[in-house]
């Protein structure tokens, strides 16, 4: 295990809005044991607002938005590709191994948008990586299970290719260039998040593997919709937490030399 990925690991789920602020509210509450107990109030109510703010505000619009909008969609004029990469992210690799069955988990239009593609470019290879991305992992593979997946959404096992040892997104774009060897002239599609294109993208482009961006699973629309509050503090919350952990991989891996822009985007 390298130590980049075991520490990027550990602070990333540290960081992330809603451990950060569940954890500030629990030292909070400790502290009134304490002769600190009017500092563990304050900490408390601003745990408190700050998980409302995440929650409820269209802060999470304001955090994704520039991520989403930096890749438009793919032009379909420029003809044929000739590889379609999906990135892991989509199954959950326990929950497989543990029911014997693909278990979706979140981002599943990377999985449709794949499928889509796939019927549309018959002579098209399609190539899924993803490994265990858990900081203490066991045997179980995203990979493993998407050969299943994908065969039963019409696409024969003869077209697929499965990358199985990636841990993260820089993994995916040295493995399958490993794994693949693109010749020069070839077109790959990239299909991901929208908002998970740009630090991709960059990781891709660091690799030596020229892609070209398929963004799917957007979680924002127009500019309209920036001042979207949430009715359900869970969705907001949530999505601050992706964007925020979003923004902390792209400048974790900008320091690391891993990619050559902080928000890599259309050439």
């Known amino acids: 295990m390298s130590l980049f990925f075991a520490i990027s690991k550990t602070l990333g789920y540290l960081a992330i809005p809603s451990t950060f602020l569940i954890g500030i509210g629990l030292l909070g509450a400790i502290l009134l044991l304490t002769r600190f107990a009017r500092f563990g109030r304050r900490l408390m109510a601003v745990a408190l607002l700050l998980l409302a703010i995440c929650g409820f505000s269209p802060l999470a619009n304001f955090v994704l938005y520039p991520l989403e909008q930096r890749f438009p969609k793919w032009d379909a004029s420029r003809g044929e590709p000739d590889g379609i990469i999906v990135l892991g992210g989509p199954l959950d690799a326990d929950l497989s191994a ?16 794949a499928a889509t593609l796939a019927h549309r470019y018959p002579n098209a290879r399609i190539v899924y990586t993803g490994g265990s991305p858990n900081l203490i992992s066991n045997d179980a593979r995203e990979a493993d299970y998407a050969t299943a997946l994908f065969q039963g959404l019409g696409i024969p ?7 199985r040892q990636s841990r993260n997104t820089r993994e995916n774009a040295e493995f399958s260039r490993e794994m693949l060897k693109p010749k020069p002239g070839e077109r ?14 960059g990781l891709f482009r660091k690799a030596g593997f020229p892609v070209e961006a398929y963004p799917v699973d957007w979680k924002v629309g127009t500019k309209e919709d920036l001042l979207k509050f949430y009715v359900t503090a869970n969705d907001g919350l949530q999505l601050v937490d992706i964007g925020v952990r979003e923004w902390l991989g792209l400048i974790a891996y900008r320091i690391a030399g891993h990619t050559d822009a902080l928000l890599p985007g259309p050439e």
């Open 157 to 163: 096992k003869t077209r697929l290719t499965m990358e």
């Open 188 to 201: 790959w599609l990239l299909v991901t998040s929208a908002y998970h294109m740009p630090r991709s993208m």
């Open 98 to 113: 543990a029911h014997g069955v693909p278990v979706i988990s979140g981002a599943a239009d990377r999985l449709i948008g």
